[in-house]
């Protein structure tokens, strides 16, 4: 099955600063993958997704990339504010969904 | 986006016991649900795939008979954790996903359901 890994386990910036998420991937017939913000005790809350035909996207101060040929994927939150802290999953999904293990964002005021 | 529900959002129950967590997409027709479960400070693991009208297809390491998934509807999903065990206390998730629209590939998630089994 599908093997997706994530990095770094926890991250540290300060407001305003740029924050960076890597994850990796090992099934070349994933095609969606999605990034999620998940708050203690709630559900995760999907953030940015991109498709396999596209090599990047942002929506305003969130962006993520895609190589497909090295197969990794990665979130660019810029200008970091407090309430971006928070656990970060992103996903790779063909048929089902399989999570990388989370990073923990906390953005120090 | 879509909305999905969960009920109940948390249940203690008694070791041996069992438990059923219904999952429901409100304003969709799910074509699959997924069952997720996730411990303190990991990541979610997928249980199992579930779709209507058939039996659920279960990830390596997940006992079918202990984890009862029924999909009986495009709109209800339900785990059952039979015999619960301490060791089965978790935070468990459905999410819901269509093919349709344009929301392709998007699954929805529930709110969650913390079962904790003493």
């Known amino acids: 099955g599908e093997n997706v890994e994530q990095h770094p386990s926890t991250l540290s910036v300060q407001e305003g600063d740029s924050a960076v998420i890597k994850c990796t991937y090992s099934d070349s017939a994933s095609n969606y993958f999605p990034w999620y913000k998940q708050e203690l005790g709630k559900r995760p809350q999907l953030i940015i997704d991109i498709r396999s035909n596209v090599g990047e996207k942002k929506d305003q101060r969130i962006a993520v990339t895609l190589n497909k040929t090295a197969k990794h994927f990665s979130l660019h939150i810029t200008e970091t504010q407090p309430e971006d802290s928070a656990v970060y999953f992103c996903a790779a999904n063909f048929n089902k969904f399989y999570f990388g293990s989370g990073t923990k964002l906390n953005v120090k005021p | 986006g879509a909305v999905v529900s969960q009920h109940p959002s948390w249940v203690i129950c008694k070791s041996g016991t069992s438990v059923k967590i219904e999952c429901r997409s409100l304003d969709f027709q799910a074509t699959t649900m997924f069952w997720y479960r996730q411990f303190p400070k990991q990541s979610l693991m997928l249980m199992a795939t579930?779709?209507?009208?058939?039996?659920?297809?279960?990830e390596q390491g997940v006992e079918k008979d202990k984890f009862l998934i029924n999909h009986a509807s495009l709109t209800l999903s339900t785990l059952t954790v039979t015999s619960a065990h301490p060791e089965d206390s978790s935070f468990y998730i459905c999410?819901?996903?269509?093919?349709?629209?344009?929301?392709?590939?998007?699954?929805?998630f529930g709110p969650g359901t913390r079962l904790t089994v003493l």
């Open positions: 579930s779709n209507e009208g058939s039996k659920a297809t279960y």
């Open positions: 999410s819901a996903f269509t093919l349709a629209g344009s929301s392709y590939n998007e699954q929805f």
